[in-house]
Structures are given as structure tokens and as C-alpha cells.
């Protein structure tokens, strides 16, 4: 290793080249430039320097003495996964700078090459790493907000959840997760994802339910410039951001009929084509997807294509509500209300026992998510732990729901659920934004709530 250069703002590089023209140029340039540059004579040197030190790029020739740029390139991808790499080439190599691309190299440069060109590829690199660290830190926030990606839960209905993700995870299998709203499908599809050989992948979530009809096939897979009134530049699908790892499709019932036979295509084929593009893209793309619908009954009304169900269901898991596994409450309230406070208390010390009590008392329509935001309400309220009940939400210590729903003798879950929006659409005076808060539902799934509630009072 022959030079080092002060260190200053700009990236920390590592330039390997064995010709001395070139490495003097660099020891004095990329200074000029704002970056530091260790500068190493040839291959086992420069793999020397990348074992001692962490870089944030290194430039490496791809013809050196003793080891050659692509052996000390996939050496340093090995020690530090996060360091971009460029290589030089001359004219005669360039198919090895495309192997060294495909093994992970940002991009290449041909010799004698401008050193305009090569600071304009450093600028790339740092704007790169620059995006690399906005997105570990909203993945941070994200973490956060969502909680720890565990799956809590005891009950005999989840330990079968979780082996069914065990068995299903490791194969590359369509997985459709059933359940009600807010009872942790996501998670669950989440947890297929990081036990699956695709975890260092990306996993992406899409809620079907949530995009407008004439946006979800651009959404998906992605559209050519001008492909549209209002498409001023290309846009990249969500199938092709899942390349290599997972997309979700939660509330897949809720795709229109005519974007189900596209995506029964794409499933069969893996191939996208991007609206507007006459070019067809193979992906490699696991999908799971999720509704709270009864897609059979969808199927029998001519809602949802047949064969598409029969893609996607070849293996499903079901995920029970809260109330059918109510001994797990204490648990989860304990782990979510970790979620928004910090203090290293035991459970015990977190809520009261009467707390407790009406916790596991509720019904829980809006299952876990409804549970979150309880306890995200009462954490607000509560100036020192444990919660007590007046921490919870105003109508919680209104046992009315749960005596009528006690007294009423039996009730379908169907029933049940019907009474606990009535009861909230009375406490609100109809605002259906307030009840879709407190019943941890989306408007949406409000709305088709009330409309299926609407179409069998009119056929009774
Ligand atoms: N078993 C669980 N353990 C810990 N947290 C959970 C569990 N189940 C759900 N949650 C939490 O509850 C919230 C709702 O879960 P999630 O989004 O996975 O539900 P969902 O069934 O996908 O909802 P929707 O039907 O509305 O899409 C999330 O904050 C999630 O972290």
C-alpha cells in the first residue's frame, strides 16, 4: 500500500491499478475531488488494504499482477457487502467488466478513460450511498411504527399458524392468508417472507383495496413513458421492485375482474409487461396474497375469477381473530405497549389488573390493530405505568356491547360484528371516519361492511 491521503468529506476509496502513471494521478486527484484514496500497486495489496479498512467505494483494475480486479472485487463484496465497486478496463476486457458487473460492480470505465467521467461515476455512488442510508433509516422508523415483526401468540389456533408458515416458507409456493381485518395477515405474510431463501430480498406489501382501478396495473407492473395522458416518465412496477424476493397482495378480492386475468397471466407465465411496453420481462417473484373476504362466495356471484382462486390457494393459512384466541391479550397488549414506551418494566407492572380484565373482556372487532391503537391511546394518556382502565379510549368502560352481546343468547361472529358497528356508529353520531378509527378498520372496509349489512337486509 503505498499512499494515504488526508481524510476529508467525500467518500473513503481504495483505487487499485499497477500502473504508476495512473496511481499517482488518483493520489492526487481524488483528493481534488473531495474523497480520501489509499492507493495500492496491484491485486493482493489492494486485498490487504480492503481486509484493514472499511471503504465506501474501490477502484480496481480488472488486469493486475498476482490477483486479478474481479477475485479482489468479490473479496471485498464478501468483507463489506455495503462498499460499491468500479472497475477500469481496457478496450479488450470489457466482457470481463460486464462479469465483474453481474458479480456486483457499480459500473466500469474503459481505459484511458476522462477523469470527468470517473468523478461523475463517484457522484452516482454517493448519491447511491447517500440513498442507502435515508432508506436503512426510514426502514428504522418504519420498524419502529410497526413493532417488532414477531408473531405473539400461544394459543394452540397460532402455534398451528406458525408451523404452517414453517412448512410453507422454505418452498416457493402462492400462499393465501384468510382472517379478519386487523388480525395480523400482513405479519404473517411477513414472517413467510423472512424464513424463505428470498429474506434478503425485498418484501413488498400492496393493498389492492387502496389503489384507484385505472392506477393498479401501472402500480403492479410498471408503465412506459407517455403510455398514458399524465405518464411524463417511465415508472418501474411493484413486481419488478419485488424482483428476487416477495410481494404481498393484500385484499386481493378486492382486484377488479379485469386486472385478476392480467395478473392470473403474469402468475402463470412470470412475465410483466409494463402498460404502453410491447416487450414482455421475466420476474422472479414470490407472491402471497390476503383477503378477509369470502373469495368462494365472490367466486359463486361472478366477483372473482375461479381459476385465479385455484392459482392462489394451493396452500392457505388462516389466521383466527383475537376473540377466538383471547388468552393471548395479555401477552400482545404487553408486547404492543412496548411498542410506543421504552421503560424496561416487567409485564406485571404495565397494566392494572382491572385494566386486563376489560382488555380481555372486549370483543376486539378490529382485532390486533384495534388493540394497538387502544393501547397507543392509553400510553398517550397514562403519565406513569401501570394503565389504568380510565386510560382507555371513553367507551371502553361502557360494557353495553359486551352485556348485549352476552344476553343476546347465540350470535354468528357475523351477528356480533354488525352489533359492534351499530353500537359505534351510535356513539359517533354516524361519523364513519371515527367508527372506522375506533373499530381499527379502515374507511374502506367500513364501507363495504355497510354495504353487505345493506344488500342482506334488502334480500331478507
Ligand atoms: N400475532 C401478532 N403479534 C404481534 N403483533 C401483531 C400480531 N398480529 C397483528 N399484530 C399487529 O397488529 C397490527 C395489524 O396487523 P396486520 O397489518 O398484519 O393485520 P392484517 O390482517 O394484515 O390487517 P388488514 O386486514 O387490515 O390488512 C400490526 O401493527 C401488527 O404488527
Not at 474523497?35 to 491485486?43: E, I, K, L, Q, S
Not at 478513460?113 to 432508506?135: F, H, N, P, W, Y
Not at 366477483?303 to 401477552?331: G, Q
Not at 382488555?359 to 372487532?365: D, F
Amino acid at each position: 500500500m503505498s499512499k494515504k491521503t488526508q481524510p476529508n468529506a467525500g467518500l473513503s476509496i481504495m483505487f487499485a491499478d499497477d500502473e504508476p502513471g495512473l496511481q499517482e494521478l488518483m493520489a492526487a486527484e481524488l483528493p481534488r475531488l473531495g474523497h480520501t484514496v489509499t492507493v495500492c500497486p496491484d491485486g493482493l495489496t489492494a486485498l490487504a488494504a480492503v481486509e484493514k479498512q472499511a471503504y465506501d467505494c474501490i477502484i480496481v483494475d480488472l488486469d493486475m499482477p498476482g490477483m486479478n480486479g474481479i477475485e479482489v472485487l468479490q473479496r471485498t463484496k464478501e468483507l463489506q457487502p455495503l462498499c460499491e465497486a468500479i472497475v477500469l478496463t481496457g478496450k479488450s476486457t470489457t466482457e470481463s467488466a460486464i462479469i465483474a458487473v453481474k458479480c456486483g460492480a457499480f459500473d466500469y470505465l474503459t481505459k484511458p478513460s476522462r477523469l470527468a467521467d470517473l468523478a461523475t461515476l463517484l457522484g452516482r455512488v454517493a448519491e447511491r450511498r447517500q440513498i442507502s442510508k435515508q432508506m436503512s433509516a426510514l426502514q428504522l422508523r418504519l420498524r419502529r411504527a410497526e413493532g417488532d415483526p414477531q408473531l405473539i401468540g400461544k394459543h394452540p389456533s397460532m402455534e398451528r399458524v406458525a408451523k404452517l408458515i414453517a412448512k410453507v416458507a422454505p418452498t416457493e409456493s402462492t400462499v393465501l392468508i384468510r382472517g379478519e381485518t386487523g388480525c395480523g395477515k400482513e405479519l404473517v405474510a411477513r414472517a413467510v417472507h423472512d424464513r424463505s431463501r428470498r429474506a434478503a430480498e425485498s418484501f413488498v406489501a400492496i393493498n389492492c383495496g387502496a389503489l384507484p382501478e385505472n392506477l393498479i396495473e401501472s402500480e403492479l407492473f410498471g408503465h412506459c413513458r407517455g403510455a398514458f395522458t399524465g405518464a411524463d416518465a417511465a415508472r418501474t412496477g411493484m413486481f419488478q421492485v419485488a424482483d428476487g424476493g416477495t410481494i404481498f397482495l393484500d385484499e386481493i378480492g378486492e382486484l377488479p375482474l379485469s386486472m385478476q386475468a392480467k395478473l392470473l397471466r403474469v402468475l402463470e407465465s412470470r412475465e410483466i409487461r409494463r402498460v404502453g411496453d410491447n416487450q414482455v420481462e421475466k420476474i422472479d417473484v414470490r407472491v402471497v396474497c390476503a383477503t378477509h373476504r369470502n373469495l368462494e362466495q365472490m367466486v359463486e356471484q361472478g366477483e372473482f375469477r375461479e381459476d385465479l382462486m385455484f392459482r392462489i390457494n394451493t396452500f392457505e393459512i388462516e389466521v383466527p381473530s383475537l376473540r377466538e384466541r383471547a388468552s393471548d391479550i395479555p401477552e400482545l397488549a404487553a408486547h404492543l405497549l412496548r411498542r410506543f414506551n421504552n421503560e424496561q418494566l416487567s409485564d406485571a407492572e404495565l397494566f392494572t389488573p382491572e385494566t386486563m380484565s376489560a382488555l380481555t373482556a372486549h370483543v376486539w372487532p378490529g382485532n390486533v390493530r384495534e388493540l394497538a391503537n387502544v393501547i397507543e391511546h392509553a400510553v398517550i394518556l397514562c403519565d406513569a405505568l401501570p394503565i389504568r382502565p380510565e386510560h382507555l379510549p371513553r367507551h371502553f368502560g361502557d360494557r353495553q356491547l359486551r352485556k348485549e352481546l352476552r344476553s343476546s343468547g347465540p350470535m354468528s361472529l357475523r351477528e356480533m360484528e354488525h352489533v359492534a358497528i351499530e353500537q359505534a356508529l351510535e356513539r359517533h353520531d354516524g361519523n364513519k371516519s371515527a367508527v372506522a378509527a375506533e373499530l381499527g378498520i379502515s374507511l374502506k372496509t367500513l364501507y363495504n361492511k355497510l354495504n353487505t349489512v345493506a344488500a342482506e337486509k334488502q334480500s331478507a
